[in-house]
């Protein structure tokens, strides 16, 4: 299918000629019929010469209606100019064309009509002039009578070759389709319509509904009037939703392939027509179907940024237009650069955002995306309209290589710095290491590391940690003082005076220098595998007394070391709490 949209003056026979083409009516309001002025967009269709089905988007031409007209076109990849012969060209002729120019349609048809009112030549000669001065250029022109059906023959075959030279649509891209009218049928329920530009419809599909976002099912389709279980691009389809009341949808709306689009309420932008220093600070802005108020700040003598009122599915290299309605002019038409631009706060940065812009074209390049992103995930880079086959550096994360390398660096620096000023622990802990990289996934800081780094605890280290000298004589100090007494450990006090806080003793337990036993208990680490050959001396089952006295220690070392070898295997305690020494008891860590 091919979709055509109509444009030109009010009153120049636009919805005559859809009528004379199609033999459907056009206008879908008893009003519109009853003043014979089209006033909404209207829809109809036929079959070419050639046997290809085409549809007509029918617009208003009445200056009051342009928002209609914008919703009408915005969608459609070509489009009939319509002017006619006993008026030539006019005010609204000249405000379409702006508007089909700002929004680089390339592909159209001129159409003369009323030539049983007057000589068509004058007034084709004009506005051919007129279109080739446009994105349109030069386009083949038919003089038609739509009351006599004088050339219609030749207009029907002019659609033919305007539908062989329209681009092939791509029908394996996302689905976008904007919506321009949303009703209730009885026994159905809600059913939209729009022009699809790019992918496939399928019954049963879910989608994603904008403004606000949500998902919805479809339930069937329609296109020309006639039931499909699917329907591909380029096509005037009607989609009949499951689970979403008529009321919550609104012309501009759209539906999306889910996980596909980010909406966004802020845009950097080229702008193809009047300067952006003099635009008016608040324009209205027309994509797809879609009309919002947005606050634009110019940023350099071609690029601004706007700020919508509402979000929009846009991508990289969409276009729109900015229309100002307090003097129903086009200001311009506008090629998205940045769908998802940075934040402008410090002193300067405008202007070096005006730089970046002024070498972009809106044609999505992921290499040059991730230079200046430096980290997104991949599936937000999907989301603004740049397909990569880039792989991830971890997870969904994408990276730019010089910037990879450089945070690599940065993390063995942050690693250095840290095991300096903390020779005790055994590393950087990552999540601290995440903060100083300014990283948002932990994930990406353990991609981060190569030999001679490593993860060990949730720490980054250079190999084995090194035991300052002056850690392994505080604890040789420590048990010197125990002499003849093997199972006995020094006292709080005694550690403080000798320096050995927290993090000490937790060091030297990471270096094996010690063990920590429940209630701040320190022994040698040989003391399980000892107190064990010590135990199994002593008649089986024996009590916590009996073993404290062989031990010759106290209850406060006792009670958890005993713990320990429970928890170790080397011993079992029974139901009356006396323990018996295991057959080929293991040997008993303090980390079991």
Known sequence: ????????????????????????????????????????????????????????????????????????????????????????????????????????????????????????????????????????????????????????????????????ALPAPDTTADVRLWIDRAFTIRGAGTVVTGTLGGGVLHTGDELELTGPPRRVRVRGLQSLGTPAGDVAAVARVAVNLRGVDRDMIARGAALLTPGRFRLTDLVDVRVHGDAVAGLPATLTLHAGSAAVPVRVRPLGADTARLRLRRPLPLRFGDRALLRDPGRHHIAGGVTVLDAAPPTLTRRGAAARRAADLARLDGAPDPADELRRRRLI????????????????????????????????????????????????????????????????????????????????????????????????????????????????????????????????????????????????????????????????????????SEARRALDTTRRVAVPLLELLDRTGATERLPDDRRLIRPEAPAASPHG
Request: hydrophobic fraction near 45%; glycine fraction near 10%.
């Open 1 to 164: 299918m091919h979709v055509v949209a109509t444009a030109g003056h009010v009153d120049h026979g636009k919805s005559t000629l859809v009528r004379a083409l199609t033999g459907m009516e056009p206008d879908r309001w008893a009003e519109e019929r009853r003043r014979g002025m089209t006033i909404d967009l209207g829809f109809a269709w036929t079959t070419l010469p050639s046997g290809a089905p085409v549809a007509f988007v029918d617009v208003p031409g009445h200056e009051r209606f342009v928002p209609n007209m914008l919703a009408g076109i915005g969608p459609v990849p070509a489009v009939m100019i319509v002017v006619a012969a006993d008026e030539g060209w006019k005010p609204q002729s000249a405000e379409h064309l702006a508007a089909l120019d700002a929004l680089g349609v390339r592909h159209g048809l001129l159409v003369v009509t009323r030539t049983d009112l007057a000589d068509p030549a004058p007034a084709l000669t004009d506005a051919a002039a007129r279109i080739a001065a446009t994105s349109l250029g030069p386009v083949e022109a038919v003089a038609v009578s739509g009351h006599t059906g004088t050339g219609l023959d030749d207009l029907r075959a002019a659609l033919d070759r305007l539908a062989a």
């Open 377 to 544: 995930r991949r599936d937000d880079l999907r989301r603004l309209g740049v397909p990569t086959d880039i792989e991830p550096v971890a997870g969904d994360w994408l990276a730019d290589p010089g910037h990879w390398e450089e945070l690599r660096q940065r993390l063995a620096d942050e690693v250095t710095r840290h095991t300096a000023g903390h020779p005790l622990e055994p590393g950087a802990p990552l999540e601290a290491l995440r903060h100083r990289l300014g990283l948002p996934d932990r994930a990406l800081v353990e991609a981060l590391v190569r030999p001679p780094l490593r993860i060990r605890d949730g720490r980054v280290g250079a190999g084995e940690p090194t035991v300052p000298e002056t850690l392994t004589t505080a604890v040789r100090e420590a048990f010197a003082g125990l002499a003849g007494r093997p199972f006995a450990a020094p006292e709080a006090g005694r550690l403080t005076e000798l320096g050995l806080g927290a993090r000490q003793i937790g060091a030297a337990v990471r270096a094996g220098l010690a063990i920590r036993l429940d209630g701040n208990v320190l022994l040698p680490p040989d003391t399980p595998a000892r107190a064990v050959r010590v135990l199994a001396a002593l008649p089986q089952p024996f009590t916590l």
